[in-house]
């Protein structure tokens, strides 16, 4: 499930529970639905809509308190009360914060209230993205080493690529992937010994023994900000990256995790408009 359509079921769960059912809205239940930490999610839904996540709840429910203020003949306390405030005093004290007059005072005829409308999430985006917890996983396949400061690894990459796939290296690692989706990596991983050097693998996930001449890295459990790029392939994931160091990675909220970022190419046919590749950042999930 990408990650706006999460954000509207979680939306109509606040909704849901501040008109009909009446009830306290459950940290642990948006968890569930966000698919990450309470604590995590608030941090996108700050970053992604410029509005923390317990502000949007406040003002929903000293909006939704207007109406029926207006509307019914409700007493102030019972207001209060259905809308989570431990007493009268402290409901008048936010409303008035909000609205700018007291809650007796709202319901003159001619006072004008503030309004902040249920949101509803953007579906216009370039690039989906979602967040996903993975548990640690064990990827294996071939490696070459290149400098990625020259420049030249934008031609030996795609040499690389067109190597394995000549010399039957991409058949054998198609037999031996075991990805709930079926596809191949990419990845660089940076050498400690020299900073002038990098290590780039082709790669799948995998449980079988190492064939010779084959490297393996095991990935440690973290979330990941998936990114969907659609279209053939170099293009679509260098378009990709481009998005994500001039927008998303210049107001990147999060840390990023102890993990290498990662390229996913779909098993199909990578010249096609609706062929499908993933960048995967790793990312820390601030657990309560």
């Keep these: 499930m990408e990650w706006n359509e999460k954000l509207q079921i979680i939306i109509d769960y606040v909704e849901n529970h501040l008109q009909r059912k009446q009830e306290p809205i459950d940290p642990q239940e948006i968890a569930e639905i966000a698919g990450c930490s309470y604590n995590f999610f608030q ?53 008035q914060q909000f609205h700018g007059i007291t809650p007796k005072d709202a319901r003159n005829q001619d006072v004008r209230l503030r309004a902040v409308p249920k949101m ?12 996903e917890q ?10 070459i080493r290149i400098s990625p400061w020259n420049g030249n690894h934008y031609t030996k990459i795609p040499a690389f690529w067109s190597e394995c796939q000549r010399d039957g290296t991409f058949s054998q690692l198609t037999s031996m992937d075991k990805g709930d989706s079926k596809g191949l990596f990419g990845l660089f991983c940076c050498d400690k010994k020299s900073l002038n050097e990098a290590e780039y693998s082709i790669m799948v996930i995998s449980d079988k023994e190492l064939p010779e001449g084959y490297t393996e890295i095991r990935i440690s459990e973290a979330a990941w900000a998936v990114f969907d790029c659609v279209g053939p392939v170099p293009q679509a994931i260098q378009n990709g990256w481009n998005y994500l160091q001039e927008e998303w990675l210049v107001r990147y909220p999060f840390q990023h995790a102890k993990c290498p970022e990662l390229e996913w190419y779909s098993d199909g046919n990578a010249y096609a408009a609706d062929y499908l590749s993933q960048i995967w950042i790793p ?3 601030s657990k309560q």
Aim: charged share 25%.
């Design 43 to 95: 941090k996108v839904f700050s970053y992604l809509n410029g509005i923390s996540f317990s502000e949007y709840v406040r003002a929903r429910k000293l909006t939704l308190a207007g109406y029926d203020l207006k509307s019914t003949d409700m007493r102030v306390v019972d207001v209060s009360y259905q809308y989570g405030y431990d007493s009268p005093t402290s409901f008048t004290k936010a409303f």
């Design 120 to 131: 509803q999430s953007s579906v216009k985006q370039q690039y989906m993205w979602r967040l």
């Design 134 to 143: 993975k548990a640690s996983f064990r990827l294996i396949g071939k490696s």
């Design 283 to 285: 990312v820390v999930d």
